[in-house]
């Protein structure tokens, strides 16, 4: 396996468990949440810290990955705008009493989010097409991500959302490096010596 790809995949899966455990302080945190006391102050501190973290993690795998692997235009485009938005999401989310306009209990904005997350979850694909395990760990994710659209069912803000896009993006993550280590699926990558068919005749 390409080592900075490696790296790349590493940062991703670290980057998004980060992501799972600010969604489960959050949830912490709207349940003891009471204004101004020290434990909600406690929990709004280690949910930005591990943002911050989960998005300095998250920058590095998109570096990795965007440097390393050939081509792939919409995976590279793709993912960048997806962690663009879920930054958004997670600073609305922590200080939504300062956004008017922010519904984080909307169906619409649960049904953007999922399926704009399914989306970009779909581009990961192009890695390696036509193979059978990839394909199925992308479904799978896909089905969790489109699960999070429960959250709203369930009165449970967006950050329900985020979490179950994080916890498929981390079994995604993990799926990748698993399937490279066993050489189950194959990704071109900056440096790799050109693949070159063995050329057969029938005259000779």
């Known amino acids: 396996m390409h080592e900075r790809l490696s790296r790349g995949l590493t940062y991703g899966l670290v980057g998004n468990l980060l992501f799972v455990c600010f969604s489960i302080v959050c949830f912490i945190y709207y349940s003891f949440y009471s204004a101004g006391s020290v434990l909600s102050i406690i929990l709004e501190v280690v949910a930005y810290t591990l943002e911050a973290s989960g998005f300095f993690c ?18 590279k485009l793709g993912y960048p705008v997806y962690i663009a938005v879920e930054l958004i999401l997670m600073i609305m989310e922590l200080n939504s009493a300062y956004f008017d306009f922010y519904e984080p209990y909307s169906l619409v904005l649960a049904i953007g ?69 066993r050489e189950m699926i194959e990704i071109d990558c900056h440096g790799d010596k050109a693949r070159v068919d063995e050329y057969k005749s029938t005259f000779f």
């Not at 998250?58 to 995976?75: G, H």
């Not at 429960?150 to 179950?164: A, D, M, P, Q, V």
């Open 113 to 181: 989010h999922a399926v704009f997350s399914a989306a970009v979850c779909f581009t990961f694909l192009s890695l390696d097409p036509g193979k059978t395990c990839l394909e199925a760990a992308v479904i799978i994710c896909l089905g969790v991500i489109l699960g999070g659209m429960l959250g709203n069912i369930l009165n449970i803000r967006i950050y329900f959302s985020i979490l179950t896009n994080a916890v498929a993006f981390s079994a995604l993550f993990g799926a990748i490096k698993w399937f490279l280590s």
């Open 58 to 75: 998250i920058l590095l795998a998109i570096i990795d990955i965007n440097k390393t692997v050939r081509m792939r235009n919409w995976l």
